[in-house]
């Protein structure tokens, strides 16, 4: 597609469940970033991949959060063990040297 | 390390007013500066950037900003706002070319409500 994918929409998981968010970046851009948005906040940088480089791991909040990524395509973001702070919207970028695409988010619900 | 600040939380016009959002950021080496707009439930969507050249950057939906070098801001304008712009707006900042790094960094975000 033309757009960044992100899935699911929506996930409601329960207070200790482990969960993988995709994304789905625009063909072609070597970059891409994982950011977390808690409601009524601004965006908080977690992991960003270039191209075959080591990705930038500087703002996951703690080892329960990893990220993947094989080559320049699709990117995994799992979270063990959520906890309700978790909670948030998960967004997720791809950028050519110039640009930046975001997807729409995966809303993540922890109960 | 690089910072974006949005100092005002809320920004209120009525409609057919000028209206400003504004930005200062903190990067090394020349910065690539972005602004965004969020809709309730909506995705970030790109309004406009200041890579280099003409201070004055217009954008879509007729909002413009201003790259202030000296005073390290990048504020966002528009001459006659609209009711339908009230939405969420993010500042973003990067490195340059010397800069270090790609990765994006954004401000806190300011609402911005116009009433009629």
């Given at each position: 597609g033309a757009g960044v994918s992100q899935?699911?929409?929506?996930?409601?998981?329960?207070?200790?469940k482990d969960v993988e968010l995709r994304c789905d970046p625009i063909s072609g851009h070597t970059a891409l970033y994982w950011y977390r948005?808690?409601?009524?906040?601004?965006?908080?940088?977690?992991?960003?991949?270039?191209?075959?480089?080591?990705?930038?791991k500087s703002g996951l909040p703690s080892?329960?959060?990893?990220?993947?990524?094989?080559?320049?395509?699709?990117?995994?973001?799992?979270?063990q063990r959520t906890q309700q702070e978790d909670s948030a919207v998960y967004l997720c970028a791809s950028s050519s040297f110039y640009g930046y695409t975001f997807g729409s988010g995966t809303r993540l619900t922890v109960v | 390390a690089q910072s974006v600040a949005q100092p005002e939380d809320q920004v209120n016009v009525a409609e057919g007013n000028p209206l400003t959002v504004?930005?200062?950021?903190?990067?090394?080496?020349?910065?690539?500066?972005?602004?965004?707009?969020q809709y309730p439930n909506r995705g970030l969507q790109f309004l406009l950037k200041y890579i280099t050249g003409d201070n004055l950057v217009k954008?879509?939906?007729?909002?413009?900003?201003?790259?202030?070098?000296?005073?390290t801001s990048f504020h966002l304008k528009k001459p006659s706002a609209l009711v339908s712009d009230s939405a969420l707006y993010f500042c973003a900042v990067r490195g340059g070319l010397t800069?270090?790094?790609?990765?994006?960094?954004?401000?806190?975000?300011?609402?911005?409500?116009?009433?009629l």
């Open positions: 899935s699911p929409s929506n996930k409601v998981t329960e207070k200790g948005q808690r409601l009524g906040q601004g965006l908080e940088f977690l992991i960003y991949f270039q191209g075959n480089s080591a990705p930038d080892d329960r959060f990893s990220a993947e990524r094989t080559g320049e395509s699709v990117s995994t973001l799992t979270i | 504004k930005c200062t950021y903190s990067v090394s080496g020349n910065p690539y500066l972005f602004w965004y707009v954008g879509s939906y007729g909002f413009e900003a201003e790259f202030n070098k000296s005073q800069g270090g790094g790609n990765k994006l960094t954004f401000g806190t975000g300011t609402q911005l409500k116009v009433e």
